[in-house]
């Protein structure tokens, strides 16, 4: 732990010494800028030798990013260096960033790419052959020395030109590739009757927009839309209604879907979704990540078995399909107080998680025989579904719905704890993109046990379930459930 703390600090800390030997101008500032790089190199040899499983510091993945960029920052000020060749590198990341985001909200797997690491070295070469050019051009000793070494760092930024961009040409092509060979999960459903059950309560029920939507959704499915009760069995008052229809479309949360994943009389039927809540965490999975105005249209349902989880906390048990423990449980403890702003309810109660939670906890994680001793752990969701804040299907492979396999995506600082809260925004980014990078640690299996000597937050579907100090998730059964 103590060395994959350090050595990515190292890599960044020398950035400031660097350009100032750079700035010095002279051959033995030179030697001693090549001799650093030298070691920065090494260092990240080292670092690739620590294996996968181990939990490596935030700073890892764009240390040596952040070093090289600068050094040719510098290169670019002084005029040694095309400014135009480092923009276009700069100009990758980015567009390398754009096409992951697109995938992860289209759910489209994208493996992760070794592009990165070989520009990051041929980056190195550059900078290396900057410094040693400059070394013979301060110290005269050769006048044949800067000529070569400048040839060398034209060779190294050309094959650098290169894979950067046949990354974005590759990475682009496996993504509209994707999209256009797309097959629908499950298979169609071929004789479409469906009621719609609306919760009243959902914050998106109070707007006029999703209420017309809804509307326009009923009745281009020719379906009788029926209002749930304002009670603790909120379906009691419709399931003679419904009693012989096999699917049922539950307009409202992400909690009203989840009260349906746990009403047993709907454990036969067909479950759909309808956004009327603030989170629709199901909406991003079950309409690929598409539009509200996409409900307008008379699209085709396609019908899946999915894997549902079975919760035990506190001598309790719920069945979800993702929850949380940590600082996004409290997120979601904070955010109780609903009005019809689902939106600024949620950053108001992030803001208030930022300033008052803990997010710092001592954690034991065991899956299928394998056990994790965590400390200073931000928090740790587990789920059947990928939502955001839960991209990480891209490092893992395309997951069944069906297949009895859980993920879990953990967040872990290995530094300071000050930092825990604002990496929590960095990891929310990470998974946005569909780069499970630390302090991201993903796991897979099927059964999940995680336990504190402390009480930690917890939540499941959207709904916070309390404080406890262990939690047990597998899988319960399998539920047809309603996508496109």
Same mark, same amino acid.
């Given at each position: 732990m103590f060395v994959t703390r350090l050595i990515p600090l190292l890599r960044v800390a020398v950035l400031p010494a660097l350009i100032y030997l750079i700035n010095q101008h002279q051959s033995s500032s030179?030697?001693? *800028?090549? %001799?650093?790089? @030298?070691?920065? *190199?090494? @260092?990240?040899?080292?670092?690739?030798?620590?294996?996968?499983?181990?939990?490596? @510091? &935030?700073?890892?993945? #764009? *240390?040596?990013?952040?070093?090289?960029?600068?050094?040719?920052?510098? #290169?670019?000020?002084?005029?040694? #260096?095309?400014?135009?060749? =480092? @923009? &276009? =590198? =700069?100009?990758?990341?980015?567009?390398?960033?754009? %096409?992951?985001?697109? *995938?992860?909200?289209?759910?489209?797997? =994208?493996?992760?790419e070794n592009h990165g690491d070989l520009i990051t070295s041929l980056e190195l070469g550059i900078v290396f052959s900057i410094l040693i050019a400059d070394f013979f051009r301060y110290d005269t000793v050769s006048a044949v020395g800067p000529a070569v070494m400048d040839g060398i760092m034209f060779i190294f930024t050309v094959i650098a030109v290169i894979v950067a961009f046949s990354s974005v040409v590759k990475q682009s092509s496996i993504y509209g590739k994707t999209i256009r060979q797309r097959k629908k999960e499950g298979h169609k459903l071929e004789q479409e009757h469906l009621v719609i059950l609306a919760n009243k309560r959902s914050r998106g029920y109070k707007s006029i927009y999703r209420r017309r939507l809804l509307r326009l959704f009923a009745e281009r499915r020719n379906a009788p839309i029926f209002y749930l009760s304002n009670t603790k069995n909120m379906f009691q008052n419709v399931e003679h209604k419904i009693k012989d229809e096999k699917q049922i479309i539950i307009a409202g949360g992400d909690g009203t879907f989840e009260s349906a994943l746990n009403y047993r009389p709907f454990s036969k039927k067909s479950l759909g979704f309808f956004p009327l809540g603030a989170g629709n965490s199901f909406y991003s999975y079950f309409y690929k990540g598409k539009r509200f105005e996409y409900l307008r249209s008379r699209f085709e349902f396609q019908e899946m078995e999915m894997d549902i989880l079975e919760l035990e906390y506190n001598h309790k048990k719920t069945q979800t399909l993702f929850l949380s423990i940590g600082i996004d449980a409290e997120v979601v403890r904070y955010s109780r107080q609903r009005t019809q702003h689902g939106l600024s309810d949620y950053l108001a109660a992030s803001w208030r998680a930022l300033l008052h939670s803990r997010a710092d906890y001592n954690l034991t994680c065991s899956t299928d025989g394998r056990q994790y001793q965590w400390e200073n752990c931000i928090n740790i969701t587990i789920g059947k579904i990928p939502y955001y804040g839960f991209g990480v299907r891209s490092l893992l492979g395309k997951m069944k719905p069906g297949d009895r396999q859980i993920l879990a995506l953990a967040c872990i600082n290995t530094h300071a704890l000050f930092l825990n809260k604002p990496l929590r925004l960095w990891a929310l980014f990470l998974a946005a993109i569909h780069l499970p990078k630390s302090p991201l640690f993903p796991l897979q299996g099927t059964e999940f046990v995680v336990r504190s000597d402390q009480p930690f937050p917890l939540q499941a579907g959207g709904e916070f379930l309390g404080y406890t100090t262990d939690i047990k998730v597998t899988v319960k059964r399998r539920q047809k459930v309603l996508v496109i």
């Open positions: 030179s030697v001693i *800028a090549v %001799i650093i790089l @030298s070691l920065v *190199a090494l @260092s990240h040899l080292i670092d690739r030798k620590i294996p996968r499983g181990k939990i490596r @510091s &935030f700073l890892y993945p #764009f *240390a040596d990013k952040i070093v090289v960029i600068g050094v040719l920052l510098t #290169f670019t000020i002084q005029g040694s #260096f095309n400014g135009i060749i =480092l @923009s &276009f =590198l =700069l100009l990758r990341d980015i567009i390398i960033g754009i %096409i992951r985001w697109m *995938a992860s909200r289209d759910d489209v797997p =994208l493996h992760e």
